[in-house]
């Protein structure tokens, strides 16, 4: 009985443990542009598109899990869809990622909030970016 009292308590908190790790904290908030000068030697760069990303929360969690939200601006007079290969993340080593598959339609000069997950990574990142 003692076994399955200690075995049930054991596992009560290695669940607790894990579900913090799945909390995600804010590593910082990005306005406007951010300057960095990492090199680019493969030229890893987003397809172009018509959308401007306005600013973006980076969030993370203990298992290295990587999020943003964003704040996204269409700037054609047309109605556009933002996908995963129009956006990329910059992080801490200078690696270029682009978030995990979505696809979001945004009517003319519309402005919309996304959260965008980019997998597991050691580094935060540092920055959202589309190409104009």
Known sequence: ????????????????AMAVDDVLTVDRSVSGSFQSSFPNENNIQPDISDFKVLNSVLMSNEAGERWAVITVENLAS????????????????????????????????EILSITLAFGEHKFPILEVYPRN
């Open 78 to 109: 047309g109605q556009r869809t933002l996908n995963q290969n129009q956006l990329m993340a910059l992080f801490a080593n200078g690696e270029r990622l682009t978030p995990h598959i979505f696809k979001r339609r945004f009517s003319a000069n």
């Open 1 to 16: 009985m003692l076994k399955f009292i200690m075995l049930t308590i054991g596992l009560l908190c290695s669940g607790m």
